[in-house]
């Protein structure tokens, strides 16, 4: 598999520095300490150190110092973890969809198979109707695109092999070869768009969280209506994806 970092991977991999730091002084440490520690520069800590003080990591104790917070003591001592870390998940993504005005979905490419392990939808964020399974559909909508843009050439075309490209709008890319070079020339900073491929009516974008070995991707749908959104939503979804490119990987 190949997988190009993002700005919201290496700020979650700057955040896991920090709270590594935070993490080994019980009694707490100061922001002076942690920028000579971690080698961050004042405002980009400053920045890291608000995210992870909102996402309930770490707190503010007496005289500036830093200790770790609820949600990375709540994380590390569940008895149910993946119940605590798929919790976790779930906030940020309700925090995610009102943030952007879409609904938001969380995919991974597991054991050969695009799944959306979570989403968050309401009255005013429909989630899109799955008319086709989406593990048949990876050639046609924006979060299989994105998974699909991460592995290496040969896995990729081992999903097509193993897929059929039916043409589900008229809009639907059924030619693998075309498919193949769209992907392969796809910038890794640049969400991945679906317009009306899979569903028409309804238009999509993803980005990539890889954390690990796992690939991953955060992706939105809005209805076609308001597809004048969708570079700025998809945008808003890229930039804010730090938070779960963390919990992912705690």
Known sequence: MSFKPTAPYHCAQEALRVLETVSGHPSGVTAAELARRT??????????LRMLRREGYVQ????????????????GSAHDRERALRDNLQQNLDRLRDSVGAAVYLSRYVDGEVRVTQYAAGPATPAVNEWVDFRCSAHATAVGKSLLTQLDANARRDHLARHKMARLTSRTITSDKLLLSRLEAQPPSAPVLDLQEYAVGTVCAAVPVTAGTTVGCLALSLPVRDAHRLKRAADALNRNAAPVLLSLAI
Request: charged content about 25%; glycine content about 20%.
């Open 39 to 48: 080698g961050l520069g004042p405002g980009r800590l400053t920045g890291l």
């Open 60 to 75: 503010e104790i007496a005289d500036s110092a830093y200790v770790t917070g609820e949600t990375l003591r709540r994380l």
